[in-house]
């Protein structure tokens, strides 16, 4: 598949997401990082669950949550 057809599907999978619901909404990290970082198309849940760049960006979530909740924790 070129590159020429990778855009056309993805813009048509972009319109076909819009159609479906509202412009913005919550969306998971794990999935974000899928749909929206991520050049592979379609992964299987074996290569899913050893992804990466997956497990590599929640790793980052995860640290960022502990150092807000610390933040947090020291103005109260």
């Not at 048509?12 to 998971?28: E, I, Q, S, T």
């Amino acid at each position: 598949m070129g590159d020429a057809a990778k855009r056309m599907a993805t813009i048509f999978k972009w319109f076909k997401n819009v159609r479906k619901g509202p412009l913005v909404a919550n969306v998971p990290p794990e999935d974000a990082q899928c749909e929206y970082e991520c050049r592979v198309g379609e992964c299987r849940q074996s290569k899913w669950l050893t992804c990466e760049n997956r497990i590599h960006r929640m790793n980052e979530e995860i640290a960022y949550s502990h150092t807000k909740s610390g933040d947090d924790s020291a103005t109260n």
